[in-house]
C-alpha cells in the first residue's frame, strides 16, 4: 500500500485494525500468489467510517497482508448505498456492489468464482481443495497426537506412527520413508517404510484398497517386530558418514535448513542413491531440535512416478516437527524409568537400557563422562571347562566387586553373555584407570580370571557415540595384542 492510498485511509485506520480477516479467503488469495503477480482494487468507500461496510474493511485489511492484492484507488463518496470494490485482473473487471458486499463470506466467494476470469476462478477452486486436503490431514493429527502421547508408546512406535502418517493417503502419501538417525559421525537407516519393487509396491496398494485400510487400523496392529516393511529389511543399518558427504555441500545445506525441502537427485551421495535405489527427486526433512540431532527422514514416491506436490511437503515438515519434540520427549521420560531395567544375574542395567542412556545423555550437555568397555577374558573356556554354573557365578563376583567400587551415580551395564561398559560421570583420566584397575585386581585375587578393557574420558556428551565407538576399538586392541590389560586414550 502506498503512501497516498494509506493517507486517504488513515480516518478509517482504527476500523481496519480491528477487523478480523476470515483465514479461509486469506489461504486463498495466498495460495493465488505462484500464480498471478498481482490483482487490482478500486475502493469506493463511504466519508463516514461508520457507515463502511465490513466486508469493504476486511479487503482493505487483507490487501495489507496479501502481496497480489494491490489498491490502486481509494474514491471517499457521500452515499453508503454506492460503496463498492472493483477487482481488475487481466484488464477484466469484478465489482462487489453494496448488495453483494452485504453478504456473507460463502455467498461473496460464490459469486467471485461465477464471475471471474476463467484461470482465476479454476486456480481459486484448486485453492479449495488444496486447503480441503490439508484440512483433512489436519484432523488426522489429532490422531498421531493422541496416539504418539500415550504413556504405553515407546520410542519405536512412536517411530512407526510417524512413519505411518507420512506415508498414508490421509497424510502424507509418500510411497517410501526412511529413517536416517544420528549416531555420532554417522547416519544410519534404522527403520523404513516401503517396498522392495513396483510389482510389490501395487499388490499391497490393492489390498489396502479392497479391505478401507486406514490410519487407525494400522496403527491398531502394531506390534514390535524386527522390520517394518520389505524395504527395511534390504537396506536396515546402512550408513552414511558424516566425511562421505563433504563433496556433496548442496545436500549437506539442504539438510542444515531444517525444513523439509524438494530435492534432485542428483545432488545425493551416489552410495545412498544406488543403496536406496532412488530415481528422479525426493524429499528431506532434517529431524532436529534445540538440543538433538535426530537425524533426517528421506521420503519419495518410487513407485507411483507422481511428482512431489507442495501439500505433501508441507504435511512431512508438519509432521516432523511434532516428531522430534514427541521424540526428545520420550527420551527424557526413559532416562528416569529405565532404573527397572536390569539384569536379574548381575543386578546390572540390561542392554535396552544401555541404549536408552545413550540416548539421553546426547541431550544431557554432561562433560568428563567416563566409558569402560569390559570383556572377561577366556569366559568361554570357563564354561566349557567348569560349566554355565561356574560361569554364572564368575560374572557374579565381578558385578559384586564393580558396585563396591563405583560411585552412586555411576552406571554398570551387561552390553552381552560376558560383555559389560561401566559410565562414570565427571571423572578424569587417571581416577577412571585407578578405579578399572581395582576392580581387575580384585576380580582376578578372587577368581583367579582377568577381564580387558577398552575406555576413554567422552569430554562432550553429544559426541557419545563417536566415543563409545573408540572404546570398542580399544578393547578390540587390547584382546587381539594382549590381555588382562586396561586400554585407555
Known amino acids: 500500500m502506498d503512501k497516498k492510498i494509506r493517507s486517504i485511509l488513515s480516518p478509517y485506520e482504527k476500523y481496519i485494525l480491528n477487523t478480523r480477516i476470515d483465514e479461509g479467503f486469506f489461504f486463498l488469495f495466498e495460495s493465488l500468489n505462484r500464480f498471478i503477480d498481482s490483482i487490482e482494487m478500486y475502493i469506493y468507500i463511504s466519508e463516514n467510517?461508520?457507515?463502511v461496510l465490513d466486508n469493504i474493511y476486511r479487503i482493505i485489511s487483507l490487501s495489507g497482508k496479501c502481496k497480489i492484492l494491490n489498491i490502486k484507488n481509494v474514491t471517499i463518496i457521500r452515499n453508503p448505498k454506492n460503496q463498492k470494490v472493483v477487482f481488475v485482473f487481466k484488464e477484466k473487471k469484478l465489482t462487489l456492489n453494496y448488495d453483494i458486499l452485504l453478504q456473507s463470506n460463502i455467498e461473496i466467494l460464490h459469486?467471485?468464482?461465477?464471475?471471474?476470469?476463467?484461470?482465476?476462478?479454476l486456480?481459486?477452486?484448486?485453492a479449495l481443495f488444496k486447503g480441503s486436503k490439508l484440512s483433512h490431514i489436519m484432523l488426522n493429527s489429532k490422531d498421531f497426537l493422541e496416539e504418539a502421547m500415550k504413556k504405553d508408546t515407546d520410542i519405536d512406535k512412536l517411530i512407526y506412527i510417524y512413519l505411518t502418517i507420512i506415508t498414508v493417503k490421509v497424510g502424507g502419501n509418500f510411497n517410501r520413508a526412511i529413517l536416517f538417525q544420528?549416531?555420532?559421525?554417522?547416519?544410519?537407516?534404522?527403520r523404513a517404510f516401503g517396498f522392495v519393487n513396483e510389482k510389490e509396491a501395487h499388490e499391497v496398494w490393492e489390498g489396502l484398497e479392497e479391505t478401507n485400510y486406514d490410519f487407525k487400523k494400522i496403527i491398531k496392529d502394531y506390534k514390535p517386530k524386527e522390520y517394518f516393511s520389505s524395504l527395511e529389511k534390504k537396506i536396515k543399518y546402512f550408513k552414511l558418514r558424516e566425511d562421505e558427504m563433504k563433496d556433496y555441500k548442496l545436500f549437506k545445506e539442504?539438510?542444515?535448513?531444517?525444513?523439509?525441502?524438494?530435492?534432485?537427485?542428483?545432488?545425493?551421495?551416489?552410495?545412498l542413491i544406488h543403496e536406496i535405489d532412488i530415481l528422479g527427486e525426493c524429499a528431506i526433512c532434517p529431524l532436529r531440535t534445540e538440543n538433538k540431532d535426530f537425524g533426517f527422514v528421506l521420503v519419495d514416491n518410487r513407485y507411483n512416478h507422481q511428482s512431489i506436490s507442495r501439500e505433501q511437503i508441507y504435511t512431512l515438515d508438519y509432521f516432523s516437527k511434532h516428531m522430534v519434540v514427541l521424540w526428545e520427549n520420550k527420551l527424557f521420560i526413559d532416562a528416569l524409568k529405565f532404573e527397572a531395567e536390569k539384569d536379574f544375574l548381575t543386578?546390572?542395567?540390561n542392554r535396552r537400557s544401555l541404549d536408552k542412556y545413550i540416548e539421553s545423555l546426547t541431550l544431557s550437555r554432561k562433560n568428563n563422562i567416563g566409558i569402560a568397555m569390559i570383556d572377561l577374558d577366556d569366559f568361554k573356556q570357563i564354561n566349557d571347562t567348569y560349566g554355565h554354573g561356574k560361569g554364572d557365578k564368575v560374572i557374579k563376583v565381578f558385578s559384586d566387586i564393580v558396585f563396591k567400587n563405583i560411585r552412586k551415580e555411576d552406571k554398570a551395564f551387561r552390553y552381552g553373555g560376558d560383555e559389560f561398559v561401566l559410565i562414570f560421570e565427571m571423572?578424569?583420566?587417571?581416577?577412571?584407570?585407578?578405579?578399572?584397575?581395582?576392580?581387575?585386581?580384585?576380580?582376578?585375587?578372587?577368581?583367579?580370571f582377568s577381564f580387558?578393557?577398552?575406555s576413554t574420558i567422552c569430554k562432550d556428551s553429544s559426541n557419545i557415540y563417536d566415543c563409545f565407538k573408540k572404546v570398542d576399538e580399544l578393547l578390540y586392541e587390547v584382546k587381539r595384542t594382549s590381555k588382562g590389560r586396561i586400554n585407555i586414550k
Open 49 to 51: 467510517p461508520a457507515f
Open 111 to 121: 459469486y467471485i468464482l461465477l464471475n471471474t476470469d476463467t484461470i482465476l476462478s
Open 123 to 126: 486456480e481459486m477452486l484448486a
Open 182 to 190: 544420528k549416531k555420532g559421525d554417522t547416519y544410519e537407516v534404522t
Open 254 to 271: 539442504f539438510l542444515d535448513l531444517g525444513i523439509a525441502v524438494q530435492i534432485p537427485v542428483s545432488i545425493l551421495p551416489h552410495k
Open 347 to 349: 543386578g546390572f542395567y
Open 427 to 448: 571423572i578424569d583420566e587417571e581416577n577412571l584407570f585407578g578405579i578399572l584397575n581395582r576392580i581387575n585386581y580384585l576380580f582376578k585375587k578372587i577368581t583367579g
Open 452 to 454: 580387558s578393557s577398552g
